[in-house]
């Protein structure tokens, strides 16, 4: 068995798939060949791989390639019938890139869609990569406000403690409670899934009602709102906005664009100096003003739509996501050959085409 990993080619893209520490766990009979620098973004150089006992080399023609994006059109076109692929497909936007792979008979398997059941949680690629940019969307915070986090008690008198609001409490909003926390804001977060309630007060954050309850799916994803409501959560949020230093926005609905919370006017209302972090940016973004993949001021307000943060973190994100890539790998592999069980519920559920065409 044959495993390759690229060098990543989209912009902005500093991760890699698999990092030395996890190409020994691969097991017995699993050939790990490297392409050059693949690691080098993330500060894993060649040679940690080469120790690691991976040949430095061509990976596209290994029986599986790894990636973090998914393929240009230039790099389906490296791959064949029959071979598999993982990386972050998009699934459920990227149409254009999965046809590509089925006319390949690529059998791709998205990260993505791998089921968020208790099994595959060592798989769960979206939820390592969450946990990253929540982390750092908090120090972007703190970092772009002109203000102190904690209260400070000085012989220049007292400074209060910086309020924070994050709006969506998933994997990442929990995350970035917790880290604006432990920088000693006051910290309050809202969602349209009840049930995380206890989980925001469980890290010391207020649960901010704004009134609107939204549905909840079985994989645990919120349901979009209706108009209606979406309009009463706008409108409750403006009222409560201009009391908040830092808002940070995580709120996704999967395959859809970013539910609108926070208008422009409710954007105006705040303070000059406030700072929003909009986690969402890469699917529109929850703040009508923010420009994805930028940051901008208006009305002395910062919006920050910085995209892909986990990059930010190359060394990090990389190994969290090398250790989910590992799993799935593991999972397609027996006695050192890689056997696809259509049969299983996480290898069924996380590819996008086989062979044959594009998977159900
Ligand atoms: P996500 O990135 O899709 O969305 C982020 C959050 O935005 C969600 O909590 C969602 O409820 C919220 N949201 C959507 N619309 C909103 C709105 N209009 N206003 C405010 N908030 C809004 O979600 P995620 O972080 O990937 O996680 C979603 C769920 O999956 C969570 O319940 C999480 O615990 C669960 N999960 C389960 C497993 C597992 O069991 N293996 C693993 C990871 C995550």
Redesign the pocket.
Known sequence: MHVGVTKETAAGEHRVALVPETIGRLGEGVDVTVEAGAGEAAAYPDEAYREAGATIGDPWSADVVAKVAGPSAGEVKRLRSGQVLIAFLQPLTDVEGVERLATAGVNAFALESIP???R??PM?A??SQ?TVAGYKSALIAADRLPRFLPMLMTAAGTIPPAKVLV???????LQAIATARRLGAVVSA????D??REQVESLGATFLDLG?R?E?TE????R??TPEQ?AA?QAELQARIPQFDAVIT?????GRPA?K?ITAEATRAMRPGSVIVDLAAETGGNCELTQPGREVVDGGVTIVGITNLPSTMATHASQLLSRNVASLIGLLVRDGELALDWDDEIVAGACVTRRSGVAA
């Open positions: 968020r059941i208790t595959a949680q769960d979206l939820s969450a709006l969506g409490a998933g994997v990442a909003g809202f969602d349209v899934r049930a995380v609107v939204g909840e994989g645990g994803y919120a979009e709102l979406q959560q995580t709120a996704a609905i999967p539910p919370l």
